[in-house]
C-alpha cells in the first residue's frame, strides 16, 4: 500500500465535509513512533501495530523515529522494515535531539489525512487506534487523546505529580483534559501540521492545537495502558519543574501572541500605580508633614517599582513591533478562517464595488 503525497497549505481550517467521512478506508493514516533506547521494544511494537487486523482496512503507514539511540534500536528497526506487513519508514536523528523534536520530524515526514502518535515503549496500545481514529472522523473532530484511566505506572514518581499537572494545565488554559501527558493522540493532519513543536512541548500539544481550532474540536478517549517490561523511564520527578516554566510559555502564546502590549503593559501599570502610589504617599509626608524619608525603605521600593514598569511597557512596545515584523515577514494571518460561499457562488466584481 502506497500513500500519495498531497501538499499541505500553509494555513488551513476548513475541514472535510461529513458527506465524505463516511467510513475509515477514506482516510490514509499516518502513526508516528519516536524511540530513544528501546532496542528491547522497537520489533515488538512494529509487531503490534502489524498484528492489529482493523489496520489493514485503510490506508497506512508507519513512521519510526530513532531520536539518536546510542543501542541496538535503530537496527532493530531496520530489520524490522523487511518484514513489516505494513510500510515502515525510518527516520534516523543524528543525536537525541528529545522526545519533541522526534515527533516533529514525524509530523513533518506524514503523508496521512490523519496522524497517530505513540511512545515506541509499548506502554500505549496499538489496538486503540482504529477506535481513536473512528472517533476523530464519526465526530468531526480535529484532535483525539488518550486517557489512561487506569494507569500503570508509580503512584508518588508519576501518577500524583501527573495528575497536579493535569488540574493546574487544565485550569490554565482553559483545555481540560484528564492525560496531557499521554503520547497516545490522533490528529488531524491538516491542524497539526499548523503546529510547531519546539523544546519539551509535546506535552502541551492540546493546548496548542487550540490555539488554531476551537475547544470543541479536542476530545479524549479511555485507552489501555500497559506496566513498562523493558528498557528504563525517561522521565522523573524533575519534570514538574520544567513543565511549570514551559506552562508560563503556552500561557504566553495562547492568550498574548498577537499582542504582547498587553501582557507587559498590564503588568507595569500594576507595578507604576503601587510604585506612584508609595511615591506620592511619602511626597505627602515630605512636604506637608516636614517628615525625613530619605532613609525610609518604601522610598527605594517605590522606585524601583516605577523603574520596573517603565521597563516592562517599552518591552511591551518592542514586542509588540517583533509581533508584527513576525506577522508580516511569514505571511501569516492573525486569524484563521472558513468561508462558506453564497448560494450560486456570486461575488461582487471589480466594476461592482
Known amino acids: 500500500m502506497t500513500i500519495a503525497t498531497q501538499p499541505s497549505p500553509a494555513v488551513s481550517v476548513c475541514h472535510d465535509s461529513p458527506s465524505t467521512q463516511t467510513g475509515l478506508s477514506l482516510h490514509s493514516v499516518s502513526i508516528v513512533l519516536p524511540f530513544y533506547n528501546e532496542e528491547d521494544n522497537a520489533a515488538a511494537m512494529i509487531e503490534r501495530i502489524n498484528a492489529v487486523s482493523a489496520l489493514h482496512s485503510y490506508e497506512v503507514e508507519i513512521i519510526a523515529v530513532n531520536d539518536g539511540s546510542d543501542d541496538n534500536t535503530l537496527q532493530k528497526l531496520l530489520e524490522a522494515q523487511q518484514v513489516s506487513q505494513l510500510p515502515l519508514r525510518v527516520l534516523d536523528l543524528q543525536r537525541n535531539f528529545g522526545q519533541t523534536a522526534a515527533m516533529q520530524a514525524g509530523i513533518d515526514a506524514a503523508l496521512g489525512g490523519v496522524v497517530v502518535t505513540l511512545d515506541g515503549d509499548l506502554q500505549n496500545d496499538p489496538e486503540d487506534i482504529p477506535m481513536m481514529v473512528e472517533t476523530l472522523i464519526r465526530d468531526d473532530l480535529d484532535l483525539v487523546v488518550g486517557w489512561r484511566k487506569d494507569r500503570k505506572d508509580k503512584l508518588i514518581l508519576r501518577k500524583i505529580p501527573s495528575k497536579i499537572a493535569n488540574r493546574l494545565i487544565g485550569k490554565v488554559t482553559g483545555v481540560r483534559l484528564h492525560d496531557y501527558g499521554c503520547s497516545l493522540k490522533v490528529y488531524r493532519a491538516s491542524v497539526i501540521k499548523q503546529v510547531k513543536l519546539y523544546g519539551e512541548m509535546h506535552r502541551f500539544i492540546p493546548a496548542w492545537v487550540a490555539c488554531h481550532v476551537p475547544k470543541h474540536r479536542i476530545s479524549e478517549v479511555p485507552v489501555k495502558h500497559h506496566a513498562r517490561t523493558h528498557g528504563e523511564s525517561k522521565y522523573g520527578i524533575s519534570r514538574v519543574i520544567r513543565v511549570l516554566i514551559d506552562l508560563l510559555s503556552v500561557v504566553f502564546f495562547m492568550r498574548f501572541r498577537a499582542r504582547p502590549a498587553h501582557f507587559f503593559g498590564s503588568v507595569g501599570m500594576i507595578l507604576g500605580a503601587l510604585g506612584g502610589g508609595m511615591l506620592g504617599w511619602l511626597a505627602i509626608q515630605k512636604f506637608l508633614f516636614d517628615q525625613d524619608i530619605g532613609q525610609r525603605p518604601m522610598l527605594i521600593v517605590g522606585v524601583m517599582l516605577v523603574l520596573a514598569a517603565i521597563q516592562l511597557m517599552t518591552t511591551g512596545v518592542v514586542a509588540e513591533m517583533l509581533s508584527?515584523?513576525?506577522?508580516?515577514?511569514?505571511?501569516?494571518?492573525?486569524?484563521?478562517?472558513?468561508?462558506?460561499?453564497?448560494?450560486?457562488?456570486?461575488?461582487l466584481s471589480g466594476e461592482d464595488a
Do not use: D, I
Open 324 to 347: 508584527r515584523v513576525y506577522y508580516e515577514s511569514s505571511s501569516r494571518k492573525a486569524y484563521q478562517a472558513c468561508e462558506y460561499p453564497a448560494p450560486g457562488g456570486k461575488k
